[in-house]
């Protein structure tokens, strides 16, 4: 199974800061790399699916990018609204398995 | 517009069995693989099973393989998920979720969940 490391678990940023999260996986997934938002008490919300291309509706702060073997979701301009968990998730092969989760907290 | 929404989540003994569905509208259901995804209280996400949109071809996580059955009815455009020999580490919320995209592959819809508790 494909294993997904994201990184940090948990980071605490002030509204207006640029924030940048990461994920590792533990072999090639070539570009099926998407990121997930999940709010308390609600369903995850696809963001940004193939690294980089942002999901209809998705505010333009968000983006998603590849350096080397790993990817990274940025937040450009931290709004309140963003205080959330997000999720990295490979579909390159089943188990089409997640990272564990990166906690946002606004300051 | 695009809706599922999951039901049959319950209280059940360890050992028991459960089936869930999740009813889907608003899109071509047939042409669409659908997953299940879980998330145990206070964890992340965890996939559990996809079917491809003909039913012909189903994958599961392998903590649940041989006791999960993922199905569909196109006819009743309905998505199934036979439970059986729960523990109690299958206490979840479960979700179901659109596979789309193509050939990206990606989960563009979700339910709200139903609640599937695994205890005695």
């Known amino acids: 199974d494909i294993q997904m490391t994201q990184s940090p678990s948990s980071l605490s940023a002030s509204v207006g800061d640029r924030v940048t999260i990461t994920c590792r996986p533990s072999q090639t997934i070539s570009t099926y790399l998407n990121w997930y938002q999940q709010k308390p008490r609600q369903a995850p919300r696809l963001l940004v699916f193939s690294v980089s291309n942002l999901y209809s509706g998705v505010p333009s702060r968000f983006s998603g990018s590849e350096s080397g073997t790993d990817f990274s979701l940025t937040i450009s301009s931290l709004q309140p609204e963003d205080s959330a968990t997000y999720y990295c998730?490979?579909?390159?092969?089943?188990?089409?398995?997640f990272g564990q989760g990166t906690k946002l907290e606004i300051k | 517009q695009v809706q599922l929404v999951e039901s049959g989540g319950g209280v059940v003994q360890p050992g028991g069995s459960l089936r869930l569905s999740c009813a889907a509208s608003g899109f071509a259901f047939n042409t669409y693989g659908m997953v299940w995804v879980r998330q145990a209280p206070g964890k992340g996400l965890d996939w559990v099973a996809f079917t491809r949109y003909d039913g012909s071809t189903r994958t599961y996580a392998a903590s649940v393989k041989g006791r999960f059955t993922i199905s569909r009815d196109n006819s009743k455009n309905t998505l199934s998920l036979q439970m059986n020999s729960l523990r109690t580490e299958d206490t979840a919320v479960y979700y179901c979720a659109r596979w789309g995209g193509s050939p990206e592959f990606y989960l563009d819809y979700w339910g709200q969940g139903t609640l599937v508790t695994v205890s005695s």
């Open positions: 998730q490979q579909t390159y092969s089943p188990p089409y398995t």
